[in-house]
């Protein structure tokens, strides 16, 4: 029926935290070898997929619903029940606007719909390292809370 929410499972809880994985690890080899905008692409994509296990594991869900079958990384962190805690660190929030500015879905901004060409090299490590930075990484910090 129009307008309802979907609750048909769309994915396991252990498979996203599985995926997020591999997708930064895959990141880091297109990095690498110079694939800045499939770098930036996976590595944001990886975020997702930690904050969709997150909701998950607030919820005590098995499986992802398909009403959470979207790419709003703000959303999504506001779901999680980690929103509060991630702004209340300057530095990491700070990183997590930057991935979000790139991963918007606003069409003139996103980064699925620009050009290979407007990325370079620095900036795939650049965003890379609003991830993984030891003390305000994205993802290093959703993995401490996410153990």
Known sequence: ?????????????????????????????????????????????????????AI????????????????DLEGLLLYSGLDKELRSDANVSANFRRVCSLWS????????????????VDGARKFLSYLRDPENGVVVWLQSKLH
């Open 56 to 71: 998950c594991r607030r919820l005590d869900w098995d499986a992802l619903l398909g009403a959470f079958k979207v790419h």
């Open 1 to 53: 029926m129009a307008g309802q929410l979907s609750r048909t499972p769309i994915i396991r809880r252990d498979d996203l935290r599985e995926i997020a994985e591999s997708r930064l690890a895959e990141a880091d080899v297109l990095a690498q070898r110079g694939y800045s905008a499939a770098c930036v692409y996976l590595a944001g994509y990886a975020v997702e997929c930690y904050l969709k296990y």
């Open 105 to 120: 879905m606003d069409a003139a901004d996103s980064v699925r719909y620009r050009r290979p060409s407007e990325f370079t």
